[in-house]
């Protein structure tokens, strides 16, 4: 459970860097104080949270190409940083396994936006996640 709260605490800095057009600092500072984490959770979370900003531009990138008909400044806010911050974890959490990114990606949408962007969250990993893996298959 202690993960779950750190992905939201991760998702709600993600929204409010978006929003507010923050540093990853300043939103970090913010959450965490506000977030009774334990220490690891906090290191998780502000480690997803700077992957995200570090690597923003390819994550939009991938992003974009996957979201059909959704340019990434129309996307809802919430859904937007709920696939960014799956996105990120997908690239640069290698100690998380992809379907737990997804799952938690999609629980997220659920309690933070609809069923129906649930869908869309879980479609358009699902998508990325196949692109990537086709990548790999190639390159090996």
Request: glycine share 4%; proline share 2%.
């Amino acid at each position: 459970m202690s993960r779950r709260l750190a992905r939201q605490t991760a998702l709600q800095t993600l929204y409010q860097i978006d929003i507010a057009k923050i540093s990853a600092e300043e939103g970090l500072a913010t959450r965490l104080e506000e977030t009774e984490l334990e220490e690891p959770d906090q290191q998780y979370t502000a480690n997803v949270v700077k992957s995200v900003v570090l690597h923003l531009e390819e994550i939009d990138s991938l992003l974009g190409k996957f979201a059909v008909d959704w340019a990434i400044d129309r996307m809802p806010i919430v859904d937007r940083n709920i696939l960014r911050l799956a996105i990120g974890e997908i690239l640069y959490a290698k100690d998380i396994p992809v379907k737990v990114s997804i799952n938690e990606a999609v629980e997220l949408a659920k309690i933070f936006s609809s069923d129906e962007s649930a869908r869309f969250v879980n479609g358009v990993l699902g998508a990325i996640v196949d692109y990537l893996a086709l990548g790999e298959q190639n390159d090996g």
